[in-house]
Nanobody
């Protein structure tokens, strides 16, 4: 069974850092693209960052570029999102996602495997 399990959310002050992790089954790590989405209260779920199957190509939303870093570790079958210089606007539930393809796409409907989400709250 394909599964994604997030961890690492929490409460942090503005300007601080958090590191999110997503543990995945081995097949996801060798064949599928992965991504982080987020959804704030009253807003649509949006793509934050994505990475292709090998880690050689990444995407960042303009709002997080230069502050967040996505990576994947094949030895541990784990994808991470390092979030620095956090802002109150980054407050949301963050979801790990995967799609059954080597490469990522920006459209949310392209992603069909989801984790349960982890809350990130940034206080001002």
């Amino acid at each position: 069974q394909v599964q994604l399990v997030e961890s690492g959310g929490g409460l942090v002050q503005a300007g601080g850092s958090l590191r999110l992790s997503c543990a995945a089954s081995e097949r996801i790590f060798t064949e599928y693209a992965m991504a982080w989405f987020r959804q704030a209260p009253g807003k649509e779920r949006e793509l934050v960052s994505a990475i292709n199957y090998s880690g050689s190509s990444t995407f960042y939303a303009a709002s997080v570029r230069g502050r967040f870093t996505i990576s994947r570790d094949k030895t541990e079958n784990t994808m991470t999102l390092q979030m620095n210089s956090l802002k109150p606007d980054d407050t949301a539930v963050y979801y790990c996602a995967s799609r059954r393809h080597l490469w990522y796409r920006e459209a949310i409907e392209e992603w069909d495997i989801w984790g349960q989400g982890t809350q990130v709250t940034v206080s001002s």
